[in-house]
């Protein structure tokens, strides 16, 4: 006969398994994107060709040292076009995350799918976006009290 094993050491190691992975997100998210653009500047360092390799030795004179050594690789041009690419991708990403600010908020107004279009075509039409915002930081409630009010 073989032995059962209680489920709850299973449950605790794979509590720790996932506790570690949680506690050490941010650090593979990092570790993850350094080794992607590394990956993505050596790829990148074959397309280009830096100067030619017959540029005199006093053409650097004017300036630093290293500075003449980290141009003249391809590598280092292949590492700032990653390094563009990646900001460019973050700044459109940051850009979206601010026009979906009023997409999270947009329960309580009843006026979900409005919010949604209006953030969407917003992304490209920024008054559209200036109206989702109206909608979702208006007390609708307030006003419609405030219009019954002034009918009756």
């Known amino acids: 006969m073989t032995e059962q094993i209680p489920s709850s050491i299973d449950t605790t190691a794979a509590n720790a398994k996932a506790g570690f992975f949680n506690r050490h997100k941010t650090k593979f998210y990092i570790l993850l994107t350094l080794l992607a653009v ?3 500047s050596v790829l990148l360092a074959n397309g280009f060709t830096v100067h030619h390799k017959d540029i005199p030795a006093d053409y650097w004179t004017t300036t630093s040292a ?3 050594k980290l141009l003249d690789t391809e590598i280092f041009i292949g590492a700032l076009t990653m390094m563009l690419v990646v900001t460019i991708c973050l700044a459109i990403w940051g850009y979206w995350k601010l026009h979906s600010l009023p997409k999270k908020h947009a329960e309580h107004t009843g006026q979900a799918k409005l919010i949604f279009w209006l953030c969407t075509i917003g992304f490209f039409y920024n008054e559209l976006w200036i ?3 109206l909608i979702v930081v208006t007390d609708w409630k307030k006003i419609s009290a405030v219009i019954i009010g ?3």
């Open 150 to 152: 002034r009918q009756a």
């Open 66 to 68: 290293l500075k003449g």
């Open 131 to 133: 109206a989702a915002i």
């Open 38 to 40: 590394i990956c993505g």
